[in-house]
């Protein structure tokens, strides 16, 4: 079993920074993959970003690459979603999500590949 607690989100202008936090319990953190998603009204959940549990490898949406970085401290329990250069399409609320069944240095982008999730944390920018 995984437990997971997003902060982090809230209202920033467009051009902005967040960084969000997921913290994980239960199962060895450094044992499997984490991702990021996001789910804006009336859309599907959508993928963001993945990284291996070493953290050497990581695949980003192409709506979000080049201005977001995944990220993991193994020691800390804890991935980051540093979030850039924001945009008013990236408001949504962003879950993450862990990975404990596949290899982790393989890109899984659906969610049902996932099998443990936060709650979501919202983020809004605003034009």
């Known amino acids: 079993q995984v437990q997971l607690v997003e902060s982090g989100g809230g209202l920033v202008q467009a051009g902005g920074s967040l960084r969000l936090s997921c913290a994980a319990s239960?199962?060895?953190?450094?044992?499997?993959?984490m991702g990021w998603f996001r789910q804006a009204p009336g859309k599907e959940r959508e993928f963001v970003a993945r990284?291996?549990?070493?953290?050497?490898?990581?695949y980003y949406a192409d709506s979000v690459k080049g201005r977001f970085t995944i990220s993991r401290d193994n020691a800390k329990n804890t991935v980051y979603l540093r979030m850039n250069s924001l945009k008013p399409e990236d408001t949504a609320v962003y879950y993450c999500a862990a990975d404990t069944a596949h290899y982790s240095a393989t890109y899984y982008s659906t969610p049902g590949e996932y099998d443990y999730w936060g709650q979501g944390t919202q983020v809004t920018v605003s034009s």
């Open positions: 990284i291996s549990w070493s953290g050497t490898i990581t």
């Open positions: 239960g199962r060895t953190f450094s044992s499997y993959a």
